[in-house]
């Protein structure tokens, strides 16, 4: 007996249920490659609502933990009145630019030093020890140094936000120069370039994302370390801020601090991502 004949339906499922081609790296190149914008979002409305159930239901003091919209109350009056006699966009403006002054420095001493370091055993051998030696101490200890040392203006405020990103760059940096393959050095040195061309041309194009990872790490240790830098008889600023606000006990001030000091840090990540996706696109791509 003839089999019978399958009915029309059943193709026009099989076509739709196929499994459309996969792209190159789609599946196993790349990992981790794929959008995580709308998971980024549930994840932070899901903690803002965490909060605001907590806080609603009075399961936790607002001494402790103040509500969302207490906070956000708190940011308009702060916006529109300042705080200690100062303005709100002052304070910000203040500490943006002591931990930008450091990073630009930072970057200027640290990125040279790190290069050289990865392309010199001389020199490498001549700092390595002393950055070793104090990249590990948290800047809180030798606030008092910084201190002494410099009194306290904005010198001190700077240099020790400074040294808390110095270390992660010149190490990023130094770790990038060995990012460079080999046979891509030894290639360009039987076409006749010399040693500036092929540090220009072949070190550091291949230097360049563990570069710019150093120096979100950096700024990340820079922004970390605002609030003990003004610590050190500051009357602005939004670390200031922030420590004024604790002693106080208006945690509200403290949390909207945290708050914005969280946002512009995360506002700098964003653009340094963009940098690395232009200057960096083949990133995880070889």
Known sequence: ?????????????????RARP????????????????????????????VWWL?????????????????????FVQVWNEG??????LDHALI?????FSAFVLACLIGLPLGLAMGMSPTIRGIFDPPIEFYRPIPPLAYLPLMIIWFG?????????????????IVLGARSGVRSAAIEQIHAAYSFGATRWQVMRHVILPSAMPEILTAMRVGIGFGWTTLVAAEMVAATSGLGYMVLSASQFLQTSVVIMGIFVIATIAFAFDLLMRFLERRLVPWKGRM
């Open 1 to 17: 007996m003839n089999d019978p004949m399958p009915a029309k339906g059943t193709g026009i499922l099989s076509r739709l249920a």
């Open 22 to 49: 996969t792209k190159p790296g789609e599946i196993y190149g790349v990992p981790g490659q794929g959008s995580t914008f709308w998971l980024s979002v549930g994840s932070v409305a899901a903690l803002v609502f």
């Open 54 to 74: 907590v806080t609603t239901m009075g399961w936790v003091k607002p001494l402790f933990v103040p509500s969302p919209q207490s906070v956000l109350a708190k």
């Open 83 to 88: 705080f200690t006699n100062t303005s709100f």
């Open 95 to 99: 500490s943006t630019f002591r931990v």
């Open 152 to 168: 306290i203006d904005e010198t001190s405020k700077v240099l020790l936000i400074f040294l808390s990103m110095f270390a992660p």
